[in-house]
C-alpha cells in the first residue's frame, strides 16, 4: 500500500489573487493543514474566496495596480504577517521573476518554479531558443526578436507565408498578428510592437509560420525539488475567441487513440522541462498541424486556468502537489507509470460577456443558484450581488464535467449548462449550450478556427433560456397556494 509521504509541517501562505482560484487555493491549504491567508481590497470587501481563508489581509485601494499588482505593497504584508510561501494564483504577478527574485531575497517560499525557469520561460524568444537546443520542434520561423520590418519580411520570404507577428512578451492572446504577405507585414509591424509596448512594456516581436487549421494541444506537468519531473497527460483547449481559451477537454479529441502521439507530445514536454530545470507546477504548449506534427508554443509557469480537467481524469490534486513541492515535500508519486488518466473531462470558461459578441458585459449577480448532474465540478466566484467590474478578468466560474468516456460528458455538460442559473449578468453560457449541440464539437472535429469557422454565436436563440429560477420558484408556489 502507497502511504502519504511525510510533510515539513503548517505553514502561513498568502494567496496574492482573488477570485475563483483563490478559493480553489485556500481549500487546497486547509486539506494540508496551512492556514491560508487571504488579500481582500476596496473594490470588492466580501469577496467570494475570503470565506475560504482562515485570515484576511487588507490591501488599500481599488486598481490592481494599487493592490494585487503592487509587489511592495505585498512584500510588507509578507513581512507583516509572517508569511512562509505566497502562491500567486494565475496573472497578476504569477509569472513575474522580479516579485519571485525579491521574495527568495527575503527568504520567502514563491509557490512556483525557480526564479531562472520563470525568466527563461517568461520571454517567448528564449524560450522558444531553450526549446530548439533541447531538441523539442520549435515552429519555423525566429527563434529572437526581429528588429525591423525589413528584417521580418526576410524571415518571412524563407519560410512563407502566411506568417505571424508575436510579442515576445505576449500572453492571454494578446499582441499578435497573422500577415498574409509582405504588405500585410509592413501595415502591422510598427503598430503591433507599439501594442506590445504598450502592453507588456516590451515591443519586441518574433516572426513565425501561421500553422493553418491548428490545434492548441498544451502538456500538464509536475516537478518537485529534487529532480522529479511528471506529466499529466494532455488537454485540448483549441476553441478559442480572440486567441484566448473558453473551452477545454481532456483528453485531446484530435490525438484520440493514437497512445503512441500522446506518448511523444508527453515526453517532449517532460524533456524541456528537464532542460529547464523545472520545480513546480507548469504547462506546456504546443500547436499541432493538420498532419498531426506538434512544435513548442510556449510554457506556462504556473498553475493554469484549466487545470481542474486533469485534475478530473487524473485523480490529483495538482495545487496540493504544488504546494508540497514548494516546501520541499515529496510528492510520493513512484513512477509516472503510476499516473494513469481514465474517463473525459470538459470545462467551459463561464464569463461575465455578451455571448454574441464575446465582448466583456460587467454587471452585478441578483441571483445564484445550481443543480447539476453527477460528475459536475464547478470551481467559481459567483455570489448574490457580486459585481463583475472592467478590471478583473470577466471570468467569475469553470464548469467542469467528467464522464466515462467523452459522449457522456458532452450530454453531462449540456446537463449542468441547464443547471446554471446566474442571474443580472450576462454570461457566456447561451454559447456553451449552442456548441454543446453543434454536430462538429459533438464529434469532437475542431480546430482552433472553429468559432470563426462555424460561427455558434450565430445560432444562438435569443429566446434561448431567460427563465428566471426565482419565477420558476414563484410559479411553483402559486400552484401550490392554488393560485
Ligand atoms: P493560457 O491562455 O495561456 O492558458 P490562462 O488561460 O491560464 O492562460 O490565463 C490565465 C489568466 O491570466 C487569463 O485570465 C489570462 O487572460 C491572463 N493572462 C495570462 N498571461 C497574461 C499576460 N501576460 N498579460 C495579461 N493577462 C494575462
Ligand atoms: P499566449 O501567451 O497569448 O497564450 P500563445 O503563443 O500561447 O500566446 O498563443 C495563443 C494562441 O494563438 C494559440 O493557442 C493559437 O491558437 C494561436 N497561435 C499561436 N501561435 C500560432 C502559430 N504559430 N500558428 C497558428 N496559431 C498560433
Ligand atoms: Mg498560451
Not at 513575474?96 to 520563470?118: C, Q, S
Not at 504588405?183 to 512594456?201: I, L
Not at 443547471?419 to 453543434?438: D, W
Amino acid at each position: 500500500m502507497i502511504r502519504l509521504p511525510k510533510s515539513n509541517g503548517s505553514k502561513r501562505v498568502l494567496i496574492a489573487n482573488r477570485g475563483e482560484i483563490a478559493a480553489r487555493i485556500a481549500k487546497a491549504c486547509r486539506e494540508l493543514g496551512h492556514t491560508a491567508v487571504g488579500v481582500w481590497t476596496d473594490a470588492e470587501p466580501n469577496a467570494y474566496h475570503l470565506h475560504y481563508c482562515d485570515e484576511w489581509v487588507h490591501l488599500p485601494g481599488k486598481a490592481n495596480a494599487e493592490t494585487y499588482l503592487n509587489v511592495k505593497a505585498i512584500l510588507e504584508v509578507v513581512k507583516k504577517h509572517k508569511i512562509d510561501g505566497v502562491h500567486p494564483g494565475y496573472g497578476f504577478l504569477s509569472e513575474n521573476a522580479d516579485f519571485a527574485r525579491a521574495l527568495d531575497k527575503a527568504g520567502v517560499v514563491f509557490i512556483a518554479p525557480n526564479t531562472e525557469a520563470i525568466r527563461v520561460m517568461g520571454d517567448k524568444a528564449t524560450s522558444k531558443a531553450l526549446a530548439q537546443k533541447a531538441g523539442v520542434p520549435v515552429v519555423p520561423g525566429t527563434a529572437e526578436a526581429v528588429p525591423t520590418v525589413e528584417g521580418a519580411i526576410k524571415v518571412a520570404k524563407e519560410i512563407g507565408y502566411p506568417i505571424l507577428l508575436k510579442a515576445v512578451a505576449g500572453g492571454g492572446g494578446r499582441g499578435m498578428r497573422a500577415c498574409m504577405n509582405e504588405d500585410d507585414v509592413k501595415k502591422n509591424f510598427e503598430a503591433v510592437g507599439r501594442e506590445a509596448k504598450a502592453s507588456f512594456n516590451n515591443g519586441d516581436l518574433l516572426v513565425e509560420k501561421l500553422v493553418l487549421n491548428p490545434h492548441h494541444i498544451e502538456v500538464q506537468i509536475l516537478a518537485d525539488k529534487k529532480g522529479n519531473v511528471y506529466h499529466f497527460f494532455e488537454r485540448e483547449c483549441s476553441v478559442q475567441r480572440r486567441h484566448q481559451k473558453i473551452i477545454e477537454e481532456a483528453p485531446s479529441p484530435f490525438i484520440g487513440d493514437d497512445e503512441k502521439l500522446r506518448k511523444d507530445i508527453c515526453e517532449t514536454a517532460v524533456k524541456l522541462a528537464k532542460a529547464v530545470n523545472y520545480d513546480s507546477a507548469g504547462t506546456v504548449e504546443f500547436i499541432m498541424g493538420e498532419d498531426r506534427k506538434f512544435y513548442f508554443l510556449e510554457m506556462n509557469t504556473r498553475i493554469q486556468v484549466e487545470h481542474p480537467i486533469t485534475e478530473e481524469i487524473t485523480g490529483i490534486d495538482l495545487i496540493v502537489c504544488m504546494i508540497q513541492s514548494a516546501f520541499g515535500d515529496d510528492l510520493g508519486f513512484p513512477s509516472q507509470e503510476w499516473i494513469t488518466r481514465s474517463g473525459h473531462s470538459i470545462e467551459c470558461r463561464i464569463c461575465a460577456e455578451d455571448p454574441i459578441t464575446m465582448l466583456p458585459a460587467p454587471g452585478k449577480v441578483t441571483g445564484f443558484e445550481t443543480n447539476f448532474p453527477q460528475g459536475t465540478r464547478f470551481d467559481h466566484c459567483i455570489y448574490r450581488d457580486l459585481e463583475v467590474t472592467p478590471d478583473f478578468d470577466p471570468m467569475v466560474g469553470k464548469l467542469v464535467v467528467t464522464g466515462i468516456i467523452r459522449d457522456v460528458a458532452v450530454r453531462k455538460m449540456r446537463a449542468a449548462l441547464d443547471g446554471l442559473h446566474i442571474e443580472g449578468l450576462k454570461t457566456n453560457i447561451p454559447l456553451h449550450k449552442v456548441i454543446m449541440n453543434e454536430p462538429k464539437f459533438c464529434e469532437g472535429h475542431y480546430s482552433t478556427n472553429y468559432i470563426s469557422e462555424t460561427k455558434p454565436q450565430d445560432m444562438i436563440n435569443c429566446e434561448f433560456d431567460h427563465s428566471s429560477i426565482y419565477s420558476k420558484l414563484a410559479a411553483i408556489e402559486a400552484r401550490q397556494l392554488g393560485l
